[in-house]
C-alpha cells in the first residue's frame, strides 16, 4: 500500500538555525500539506501545495516558513531561522485531490534548543 | 467559537460497549469532513469520511447534519485497540483554496 514517508523521524537543531525537512508524497497524488502538533495540542495546518505553488496558508506560515517541491517526488518545509516555540511535530500529508481524504507521513519531531 | 469543537474526554468504556463522538463546526461553507484516530506520538490516521447520508464501515458509523453543522462517530462492540484519539476534520473552502481544520480530539480509553 502506497505511503507518506518524511525524513528524518527526528531533527535536533539550536535556535537560528535553519532545517529543512523532507517529505515523498504518495506518488500519483496532487496535493500535499504540512502540518505541526505541539506536544500535547491539536493537530494545526500550516500550508497547502498544489500544481508547483502554494495553494493556501495558515496565519502560522510566516516568512520564516517555505516550501518547495524541488523534484518530481520530495516536498519539503523550510524554516529559515528556527526558534524555541518550532519544536514540534511536523507532519506531510497528500491527496489525490483538493477535499479529498488526506494520508499522513509518520512525522518529524523538530527539537530546537 | 472554536472552529471544531469536540468534547476531549476521555471515555473509559469497558469492552463491548458503544461509544458516540461528537463534533461541530462553525463554518457553514466546510466542504468534505472526515474522521481520523491518532495513537500516542503517532500520525493522525483516517478512519473514514464522512456524508450526509451517513456511512458505515464494520462497527463504525458516522453521520453528517449539515443544517446543524454537526458530525458523529458511533463505535460498536468497542475493542482494546479502538483506544487512541479521535479526531473530526473540517475542509473549508473551495475554488482551490481549502483550509483543513482538525479538532482537538476526544481521547477513548477501552477497558478489559
Known amino acids: 500500500e502506497p505511503e507518506v514517508t518524511q525524513t528524518p523521524s527526528h531533527q535536533v537543531t539550536q535556535m537560528g538555525q535553519e532545517v529543512i525537512l523532507r517529505c515523498v508524497p504518495i506518488?500519483?497524488?496532487?496535493?500535499f500539506y504540512w502540518y505541526r502538533q505541539i506536544l500535547g495540542q491539536k493537530v494545526e495546518f500550516l500550508v497547502s501545495?498544489?500544481?508547483?505553488?502554494?495553494?493556501?496558508k495558515s496565519e502560522i506560515f510566516d516568512d520564516q516558513f517555505s516550501v518547495e517541491r524541488p523534484d518530481g517526488s520530495n516536498f519539503t518545509l523550510k524554516i529559515r531561522s528556527t526558534k524555541l516555540e518550532d519544536s514540534a511535530m511536523y507532519f506531510c500529508?497528500?491527496?489525490?485531490?483538493?477535499?479529498?481524504?488526506?494520508?499522513f507521513g509518520p512525522g518529524t519531531r523538530l527539537t530546537v534548543t | 467559537r472554536k472552529e471544531v469543537e469536540q468534547d476531549p474526554g476521555p471515555f473509559n468504556v469497558p469492552e463491548g460497549a458503544t461509544v458516540a463522538f461528537n463534533c461541530t463546526y462553525s463554518?457553514?461553507?466546510?466542504?468534505?469532513f472526515f474522521w481520523y484516530r491518532q495513537d500516542c506520538r503517532k500520525e493522525p490516521k483516517l478512519l473514514m469520511s464522512?456524508?450526509?447520508s451517513g456511512n458505515e464501515d464494520g462497527r463504525f458509523t458516522a453521520q453528517l447534519n449539515r443544517a446543524s453543522q454537526y458530525i458523529s462517530l458511533l463505535i460498536r462492540d468497542s475493542k482494546l485497540s479502538d483506544s487512541a484519539t479521535y479526531l473530526c476534520?473540517?475542509?473549508?473552502?473551495?475554488?482551490?483554496?481549502?483550509?483543513?481544520?482538525f479538532g482537538a480530539g476526544t481521547r477513548l480509553f477501552v477497558k478489559a
Open positions: 500529508a497528500s491527496s489525490l485531490d483538493v477535499g479529498y481524504e488526506q494520508y
Open positions: 506518488s500519483n497524488h496532487l496535493y
Open positions: 501545495f498544489y500544481n508547483n505553488e502554494i495553494s493556501e
Open positions: 463554518n457553514s461553507a466546510s466542504q468534505s
Open positions: 464522512v456524508y450526509s
Open positions: 476534520v473540517v475542509n473549508e473552502g473551495g475554488g482551490g483554496g481549502f483550509k483543513t481544520i
